[in-house]
């Protein structure tokens, strides 16, 4: 099992550039795998983590309904706002500015082949950041994602995940709010969940975060809970 795990910062990305760039590289994962199953070969599969930021869009999950988006196209004008149907699980999501949204393009026959676990170990890692922060988050049962106040009338989402998997090739992922304009998930529904709320860190901490500072943490904690081997691209490992 190749644990290498090529490591990107896109940094600022509109939506439909980032969408193909995750889609050449999830084709090109799944490609290696076909290839060694037609040529009865092992070469190693690559594995990717991505981190980037867009500008302000709207996503929309296959099992998401349009309604759950509370803006017509002027309204999306009036936010400077993007819309897309996309091939991720889940419902309506919001990105933007002072959010953290990951990709791990991961090949989980280097791993584990459990969906579930994947879910619940990304989850894990940004529970382990926020707790870096003295911020106590956790699950919400029935629901993916890491909450605040999950067992109380107060629960508010953090961090949104959906992902689609071919082959058990991972894409798509998490979504992470650390100093995130939370007025404009009062566009949508979000996640098609009417009764709760979204919080992000800039908001429980009552300051902005470093978000550079964010990622270092989440980048080990996600090393440590899949056992990568995390390199960056000129292939030197980040200890």
Not at 137 to 143: L, M, N
Request: net charge negative; proline share 3%.
């Amino acid at each position: 099992m190749n644990k290498k795990v090529f490591f990107q910062d896109w940094g600022m990305v509109e939506y439909q550039g980032a969408w193909n760039r995750q889609e050449g590289i999830f084709a090109q994962v799944v490609q290696q795998k076909m290839d060694n199953r037609v040529n009865g070969t092992s070469n190693p599969t690559d594995n990717y983590l991505v981190f980037v930021e867009h500008p302000h869009v709207y996503t929309l999950g296959k099992s998401g309904k349009p309604e759950n988006l509370l803006l017509d196209e002027q309204g999306l004008l009036d936010k400077h706002a993007t819309y897309y149907k996309i091939n991720r699980g889940g419902d309506i999501t919001y990105h933007g500015p002072g959010q953290l949204v990951g990709y791990p393009i991961l090949d989980l026959d280097n791993f584990f082949t459990d969906i579930h676990l994947y879910m619940r170990t990304i989850e894990e890692a940004v529970i382990l950041t926020l707790a870096d922060y003295g911020i106590a988050a956790g699950r919400y049962p029935g629901y993916t994602g890491v909450w605040l106040d999950a067992d109380n009338d107060n629960a508010r989402k953090i961090c949104a995940i959906g992902v689609r998997a071919s082959r058990w090739v991972t894409m798509h992922g998490f979504a992470f709010n650390i100093n995130t304009d939370l007025s404009y998930f009062n566009n949508i529904i979000p996640c098609g969940i009417e009764d709760k709320a979204v919080t992000s860190m800039k908001g429980e901490l009552g300051e902005e975060v470093n978000i550079e500072e964010v990622k270092d943490k989440l980048k080990k904690h996600l090393t440590n809970l899949f056992e990568m081997e995390l390199m960056n691209e000129t292939d030197i490992a980040i200890k």
